[in-house]
């Protein structure tokens, strides 16, 4: 059942003055105008008259896009003081921004202790000093340990958020920014591998040749390798890939890239492979030729991933031992995310 959800404002490209060469807000968030007052109160109405009917542990209002903290601090100071009366009436239980790493201060986070805002997000995107040059992000990475020292010495809980496959980006160089992530070990991460929106300067730069995006099979691989890294530190990955919505769509105003709408499943199915695959080459090498019967066990959340996104697993299994005939089992003795093959040879 679910515990938590997650009441999204979008602050568009208020408080950047940057333009990345992958970013384009008003697409990303289908919101151009200003943000006010009354349009925060009338989302988290709407939201919450849901919302409060599901028995939720946990609701947050967050503010996604632009850079929260860049904002001038009067309006910074509004916005808040509309969600803070939430929290206050106990509606909400928790208060979300994201924001860049080079817009953190003593005194932002003071006002932001204020207004009683829980999580701090910090789009650091890549540790790679090249990598984020060729992106416009405007910092280098030096400046993402001594933001994230300071959240964390005011008691917020601490997000990074990385992407995958940026100009001068390589598999290397993501394992180095997962690294370093769990070296700072925040309490949430988003991994964001890189779609082509339009209108954006990577767009253009697509379409004139001067940009490649990396192909979906090495994004998963990518993906892969970090989201291993963070896991087994214990980092909390709340989210993989970008989510489906009206804007963000393989018809819409994605021109080219990574996008798929199971981005995570794919990437989550990619990892249970290899886990089974492991075990099961372990056994089979000690055994006869026979023809074999092979169960592939998890736990009832987990066989989504086992068989893989549109069997995905399944099918690769078949392909790369035809003579072996596979079935795919439940066993909630095993935890989350934990596999198990028993093979009987006929």
Request: charged share 25%.
């Amino acid at each position: 059942m679910k515990k938590h959800a997650i009441i999204p404002i979008f602050v568009s490209h208020e408080g950047c003055p940057f333009d990345c060469t992958f970013c384009n807000q008003k697409k990303i968030t289908a919101h151009s105008a200003p943000l006010d007052d009354n349009e925060i109160k009338n989302t988290i109405e709407e939201w919450l008259s849901t919302l409060t009917k599901m028995n939720l542990e946990t609701i947050e209002i967050a503010f996604f896009g632009g850079s929260f903290t860049g904002i001038p601090l009067r309006k910074q100071c509004e916005f808040l003081q509309v969600a803070k009366t939430y929290k206050d009436k106990g509606l909400v239980q928790k208060l979300h921004i994201s924001t860049r790493p080079d817009y953190i201060n003593d005194k932002i986070l003071t006002n932001l202790k204020k207004y009683g805002v829980d999580v701090i997000e910090l789009g650091v995107q890549s540790f790679d000093d090249e990598v984020l040059e060729l992106a416009g992000r405007g910092y280098k990475h030096d400046i993402v340990y001594g933001a994230c020292e300071l959240i964390k010495s005011y008691g917020f809980e601490l997000g990074i958020q990385l992407m995958i496959g940026l100009p001068g980006d390589s598999l290397e160089k993501c394992i180095y920014s997962a690294k370093e992530t769990v070296k700072i070990n925040p309490d949430v991460a988003r991994l964001y591998p890189l779609v082509v929106i339009k209108d954006t300067k990577l767009y253009y730069d697509y379409l004139s040749n001067a940009f490649k995006p990396i192909e979906l099979e090495e994004s998963i691989l990518r993906t892969k390798e970090m989201y291993k890294l963070l896991g087994g530190a214990g980092i909390n990955i709340i989210r993989v890939g970008l989510k489906s919505s009206d804007i963000i769509k393989e018809d819409g105003d994605i021109a080219v890239g990574t996008f798929h709408p199971a981005f995570r499943q794919l990437v989550e199915g990619d990892i249970a492979y290899d886990i089974i695959i492991n075990e099961l080459e372990e056994k089979i090498n000690a055994m006869s030729n026979n023809l074999v019967d092979v169960e592939v066990f998890s736990n009832n959340q987990s066989i989504s991933n086992a068989v893989g996104n549109a069997s995905r697993n399944k099918n690769r299994l078949s392909k790369a031992y035809p003579m072996i005939n596979f079935y795919f089992k439940i066993d909630n003795s095993l935890n989350k995310n934990e596999y198990a093959v028993n093979i009987t040879e006929i």
